[in-house]
């Protein structure tokens, strides 16, 4: 029964409340509190740090529009090698906002453990031309890996 209860509060405590101060760019910003989140299942075209992917500063200006000042509901999955907060993000109104940005074109699909439907809502912008799909380019992931050395 002990073990019960650790899990049912581990998977309760998992969602929670906060204010976004200020958005990195399409995928990720900063709790009032000074913590990072990056977004789930989502990879926005990079605008930080001095490179800037086609459609990037869009989707930041998107993230900017919808987030910045605005009191959300977050779900953890832990956090990622930056130790940053990986979070599903509603909100307020209860709307999803990784599904916003993959119906407005703003991102990809992270190709690492996305739910199966979500893949179908990015064949969709991508067939109907919506945000960067309207244009040539290549994913966030493969833009990236050009500035590792």
């Not at 976004?20 to 299942?41: A, Q, T």
Request: positive net charge.
């Amino acid at each position: 029964m002990k073990y019960i209860t650790i899990i049912a509060f581990l998977f309760c405590s998992c969602k929670f409340h906060g204010v976004v101060k200020r958005v990195i760019d399409g995928d990720s910003f900063y709790l009032s509190d000074g913590r990072e989140v990056r977004i789930c299942f989502v990879d926005c075209p990079e605008a930080t740090r001095g490179h800037f992917q086609t459609f990037g500063i869009e989707a930041t200006q998107y993230s900017i529009k919808y987030l910045q000042g605005q009191g959300v509901t977050l779900k953890s999955h832990g956090r990622d090698k930056y130790k940053r907060l990986l979070c599903e993000i509603w909100l307020p109104d209860g709307r999803y906002f990784e599904k916003m940005l993959i119906d407005s074109g703003m991102c990809y699909v992270y190709p690492k453990y996305s739910p199966a439907y979500l893949y179908n809502l990015e064949l969709q912008a991508k067939n109907e031309k919506r945000g960067l799909w309207a244009y040539p380019n290549i994913s966030p992931s493969l833009f990236r890996k050009q500035f590792k050395h």
